[in-house]
C-alpha cells in the first residue's frame, strides 16, 4: 500500500471535493458569519492547497482585508500561492507561510481564525492550537473548526488511524472551560463513480482519496473490494453516503 502523497493527492482531493457536497454546506455558514462584517482578516491552518480556501476567498472577496495561510507541506504552499495569484492578483492581500502551526509567529491578529478539516491531520497538541490561535484574535475574532464527526464515510478513517474528530474535541473543550456551539453539517458524498468504469482514471482517484492510498497499481479485484466497502455504507438505493461534519465556533 502506498500512502497519497504530492501531486496525485491533490488531484484525488480534488475528485474528492467535487463528489462532496460538505464544502458548499461549509461555505453556508461561512455566509452567515460575514453577515453584516467587512475588513475581515482570516487565518486558515493547515490550508493545504485552498481547495476550500479559495471558493471561501472568492465569496468574501469584497469583505476581505487579508488572507493568511500556514501549512506544513511546501508543495501545497507553492500550489495555494499560485492559485491564489491567479485568482486575485494584487486584488488580495494575502500571505502562504510553509511552517507548522506550532513555529507561526506573527504581530497580525485576525477577525477569522479557521481549521478546515487540519485537526485531524495535525500532528501535536488540540488545546496548544485552540489556545494559540485565540490569542491570534482580533476583539470579536472568532475561531472556527470544522470537524468530521464519526459516521458515514469517516467510519473507515476512524476504524483505519482513529484520527482526531469531533467527539474528540467536545470533552476537550469542556475541560477548558472556552464557551463555544457547535452546528452539525449533513453533507453527503456522491460514490456513483465508484460503481462506473473501471478504467475511469477519476474512479481511482475517488478510491485513492477515499482510502488514502495510492490505488493504482493495485489489483482489479482489491480495488473492487475497496469500493465495495464504501459502496456497502450507501444510504437505500441511492448513490450518497453520509459525509457528516460538525463546525465548532469558539
Ligand atoms: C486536508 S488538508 C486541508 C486543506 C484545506 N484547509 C482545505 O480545506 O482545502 C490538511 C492540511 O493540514 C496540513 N497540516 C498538517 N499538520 C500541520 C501543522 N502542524 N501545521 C500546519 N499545517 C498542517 C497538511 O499539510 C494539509 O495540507
Not at 483505519?160 to 472556552?178: N, Q, V, Y
Request: charged share 25%; glycine share 6%; hydrophobic share 35%.
Amino acid at each position: 500500500m502506498i500512502p497519497l502523497s504530492g501531486k496525485y493527492y491533490v488531484e484525488c482531493n480534488e475528485v474528492f471535493r467535487r463528489s462532496t457536497n460538505q464544502p458548499d454546506r461549509m461555505l453556508d455558514e461561512m455566509r452567515k458569519f460575514a453577515q453584516g462584517r467587512s475588513g475581515l482578516r482570516i487565518l486558515s491552518v493547515g490550508s493545504g492547497v485552498g481547495l476550500f480556501e479559495i471558493p471561501m476567498l472568492l465569496m468574501l472577496k469584497a469583505k476581505t482585508k487579508y488572507f493568511v495561510g500556514v501549512d506544513v507541506n511546501n508543495h501545497a504552499c507553492q500550489v495555494l500561492r499560485n492559485r491564489l495569484q491567479e485568482e486575485f492578483g494584487s486584488s488580495l492581500d494575502f500571505e502562504v507561510e510553509n511552517l507548522s502551526f506550532d513555529e507561526y509567529r506573527t504581530d497580525r491578529r485576525f477577525e477569522i481564525v479557521l481549521f478546515n478539516h487540519a485537526f485531524e491531520y495535525l500532528d501535536g497538541n488540540p488545546l496548544s492550537w485552540i489556545q494559540k490561535s485565540r490569542e491570534l484574535l482580533a476583539e470579536a475574532g472568532i475561531v472556527l473548526i470544522f470537524s468530521p464527526n464519526r459516521g458515514g464515510i469517516n467510519r473507515f478513517y476512524d476504524e483505519l488511524f482513529a484520527p482526531f474528530l469531533s467527539e474528540d474535541l467536545k470533552p476537550l473543550l469542556a475541560r477548558t472551560g472556552i464557551n463555544y456551539s457547535t452546528t452539525t453539517i449533513d453533507a453527503e458524498c456522491d460514490l456513483s463513480l465508484l460503481d462506473g468504469d473501471e478504467e475511469d482514471s477519476n474512479r481511482i482517484r475517488l478510491l485513492s482519496f477515499l482510502t488514502q492510498t495510492d490505488c493504482r497499481n493495485l489489483p482489479p479485484s482489491t480495488q473492487r473490494e475497496f469500493a465495495g466497502y464504501f459502496l456497502s455504507l450507501r444510504k437505500g438505493e441511492t448513490s450518497m453516503i453520509p459525509h457528516p461534519t460538525t463546525l465548532f465556533v469558539l
